[in-house]
């Protein structure tokens, strides 16, 4: 279990790291954190001719406030999230999701932009930026384009990155004062990826909801959100609502969960998710 | 490669191949033999090391990556034969049976203890040790010893 033989390049900024990826896109991989790619190097299951390591682009990690956003370095660490006093007062949703991810371990070295731009279908990350609607700068040496969260997770492991692209910068609206946040997740050891997630918000701008783990993205449930939304509604209607929204929904499988048990805890912990931040 | 980095204080210089793991440096270059290696895939936390004050997996960097960085591994715990606290807590609780996986449990816990943040209830230990498997205890003996440290 070691890794094939390989290159490895530390750019120090994000200029050099860029120019890098353009002129290696076919045969390099980027390395952020590591704490998915090195164990599938130690298998073998990628073998990478050239690590581009982003270890060294100080100016990708960082977490600051501008204006009514939170912007994070795609560099950053996750256990900053936890540390930092912007994330626990402008994006409290993030702060309680973090513990769920990994160890102590991995979060001291995984970083924010890493866990998207791998875009496991269980992880925290993903599900926590489109439940806030978040946006994400994303840039190449000849560009720089933003993408919503919404739309960047393609498939499972699979995002719109294009082979010589980099995420560099996370956007998130700050949220409102009045803002009630709930996160819960079922997997069978504290630190696994979950079996099913789900992260809601509500202030007085609406409420938001999203499911992780339940199909190969996370599922932004607009169909709920608009119903809850709408001004009439009524809290005894919420199972109803919830199983409109999963009718077509074709969980994934696998031996921890099957399509059926996975369908009904999404609807569960939906069901306590909004329970909470709905209570009055 | 070139690598230059510190470990448990000792200055450090040398040449490394990109893709020898941090726990194979530590292990087998420098014969820092505490630090174990389980699963090389980041689950059984054997290998915790401190990199820049903050418990890393060392199979799960390569050592090219501590370049410049600070390491400290289980050997500078007790570089002159006294045990820390901790040590003697885990000592007096018996909170070890084969040991294997004590390095990475100390050192988790070490860089905890550093920043002030040792949980204070069982379910808080259980919590931040969940990424270290220890196979003989069933950890109560673990988590009696980390609790009966001064806070």
Request: net charge neutral.
């Amino acid at each position: 279990m070691k890794p094939a033989v390989f290159d490895i390049v530390r750019p120090a900024t994000l200029v050099h790291a860029l120019a890098l990826l353009g002129e290696h896109a076919q045969e390099a991989k980027v390395i952020a954190g590591g704490q998915t790619l090195v164990p599938v190097m130690n298998f073998r299951l990628a073998m990478p001719r050239l690590l581009i390591d982003l270890n060294t682009v100080g100016e990708l990690a960082g977490i600051r406030r501008d204006g009514d956003v939170l912007r994070i370095g795609a560099m950053t660490r996750q256990c900053e999230l936890l540390r930092d006093p912007l994330v626990a007062a402008h994006a409290p949703l993030l702060a309680r999701a973090v513990p769920h991810i990994g160890h102590v371990q991995t979060r001291s070295r995984g970083t924010v932009g890493g866990s998207l731009a791998h875009a496991d279908p269980a992880a925290e990350l993903p599900l926590v930026m489109v439940a806030l609607d978040a946006s994400f700068t994303v840039r190449s040496r000849d560009s720089e384009r933003i993408l919503p969260a919404r739309g960047f997770f393609r498939d499972a492991l699979s995002t719109e990155l294009a082979d010589d692209e980099l995420l560099t910068e996370i956007a998130i609206p700050v949220a409102p004062a009045d803002v009630r946040c709930s996160f819960r997740e079922l997997a069978r050891r504290h630190g696994d990826f979950a079996m099913v997630a789900v992260a809601a918000q509500r202030s007085a701008g609406g409420v938001s909801v999203a499911v992780g783990g339940l199909e190969a993205v996370p599922r932004y449930c607009r169909k709920l959100v608009d119903a809850i939304g709408r001004g009439a509604f009524n809290r005894d209607r919420l199972p109803e609502l919830i199983r409109a929204e999963l009718h077509d929904c074709v969980a994934l499988a696998d031996l921890q969960a099957s399509t059926e048990y996975r369908r009904h805890l999404a609807g569960v912990l939906m069901q306590d998710c909004l329970g909470e931040v709905l209570a009055s | 490669m070139k690598l230059k980095c510190k470990i448990n204080g000792a200055a450090i210089e040398a040449n490394v191949p990109p893709r020898m793991l941090l726990s194979d440096f530590i292990r087998h270059e420098l014969r820092l033999t505490g630090t174990n290696v389980g699963c090389e895939m980041g689950v059984c936390g054997a290998c915790t090391v401190i990199v820049d004050g903050e418990p890393m997996r060392s199979c799960l960097m390569f050592a090219v990556q501590a370049d410049d960085c600070s390491i400290r591994t289980v050997e500078g715990l007790a570089p002159d034969g006294n045990l820390t606290a901790l040590q003697e807590s885990f000592s007096r609780h018996h909170a070890l049976q084969c040991g294997f996986c004590t390095p990475g449990i100390l050192m988790t816990l070490e860089a905890l203890s550093k920043k002030n943040a040792l949980p204070s209830s069982a379910e808080g230990v259980r919590e931040v040790l969940s990424g270290n498997i220890c196979r003989c205890t069933g950890y109560q003996n673990i988590v009696d010893a980390v609790l009966a440290l001064p806070r």
